[in-house]
């Protein structure tokens, strides 16, 4: 343990809070405006404190609990895409990466991580909030890395990258090194799912699973006020259907013993994956229970930062916040 703590904003589902604790620090309080998401951040941890408020409404003011914490995380909504960061329907989202600057130049933390989308890092459009972000930090004596993380090279079964921006006070930012995959070999779909489809009999599970030998298409927890759950775009449900997945819906629970695994049926052949089945895709733990209805727990689970990846940025704070502190040069 680290003994060090933290402050969380969106937290949705608990990914990135969970890899945290993982990681051995301590929640402060965590915020959502989601009410599902709340209720399973305290069906899951009924200790820690939870807030369900809009992050653009938080005054730090009236919750002292988050001053001198070692770290603020910020798993933050993300933005649909670098081409739209200028349209109305982003505005949201880059508010919030605003917001989670101005809370940090409030509460002051040690070390602040905010994680978007992989274009974050290095797409043009994207230049004017990172100029923000250098702007309101670098002065408050921060130093900033930019850097992406692919959620498989930490022993999640999903091809999903992430841009992770780290910033840390100067005194302990030269020990700060952005996390190294923690897996040779990546898991694959097959692998994570094959005791789940085994679950209720299905013969056909271990066939299946060596059939679905690759990772996940990058998950998508879909819109608050478009649609319900989806598997994504066309060319993520063509990868879907390699696997042998149905991907017009989720089931409600594994296949059972007298489902016939036939692909070249087409549809009727498919077999139909769960929400349940998607948090372990999305690296949580079986005991991890998604709080609301379907379409609900699938947002949730889609947005999420995958517990593993939150678990090894966690390390690599606390490693650079348990260090010997740098003493600045005379001048």
């Known amino acids: 343990m680290t003994g060090l703590t933290f402050v969380d904003v969106c937290s949705g589902a608990g990914g990135l809070a969970l890899g945290l604790e993982q990681a051995g620090f301590t929640p402060r309080l ?8 709340c209720d399973t951040l305290r069906t899951n941890r009924p200790h820690w404190k939870v807030l369900n408020t809009d992050l653009l409404d938080f005054d730090p003011v009236d919750h002292p ?16 895409s670098s081409a739209s960061v200028t349209r109305r329907s982003s505005d949201t989202e880059i508010r919030l990466i605003r917001a989670t600057a101005y809370l940090a130049h409030a509460v002051q933390p040690r070390a602040l991580i905010i994680e978007n989308v992989p274009t974050l890092i290095d797409g043009a459009s994207f230049a004017p909030i990172r100029d923000f972000l250098h ?13 992406v993380l692919n959620a498989r090279d930490f022993g999640v079964p999903q091809d999903r990258e992430q841009g992770v921006v780290a910033a840390v006070k100067r ?7 952005p996390p190294r995959p923690t897996v040779h070999e990546h898991m694959s779909v097959g692998e994570a799912l094959v005791l789940s489809m085994r679950s209720r009999g299905w013969p056909d599970a271990d066939r299946w699973a060596a059939q679905a030998a690759g990772v996940a298409p990058t998950l998508v927890g879909g819109s608050k006020t478009h649609g319900g759950p989806d598997f994504g775009p066309r060319g993520t449900k063509a990868r879907w259907r390699q696997m042998g997945v149905y991907t017009k819906s989720f089931g ?33 733990p079986e005991s991890w229970e998604i709080a609301g209805l379907k379409t609900a727990r699938y947002r949730q689970i889609g947005h999420a930062t995958p517990p593993p990846v939150g678990e090894a940025l966690g390390r690599a704070v606390a490693e650079a916040l348990n260090g010997e502190p740098s003493v600045p040069a005379a001048g």
């Open 30 to 37: 965590l915020l959502d405006d989601d009410r599902d998401a």
């Open 65 to 80: 609990e988050v001053y001198d914490v070692d770290l603020l995380a910020a798993g933050l909504p993300r933005v649909k």
């Open 135 to 147: 702007e309101e930090l670098e002065h408050l004596d921060y130093e900033l890395s930019w850097f």
């Open 171 to 177: 005194q302990w930012a030269g020990a700060f090194r």
């Open 252 to 284: 409600n629970e594994p296949p059972g013993p007298d489902f016939t695994w036939d692909p070249s049926l087409g549809d009727d052949g498919l077999v139909k994956i769960t929400v349940d089945q998607t948090a372990l895709l999305q690296g949580f």
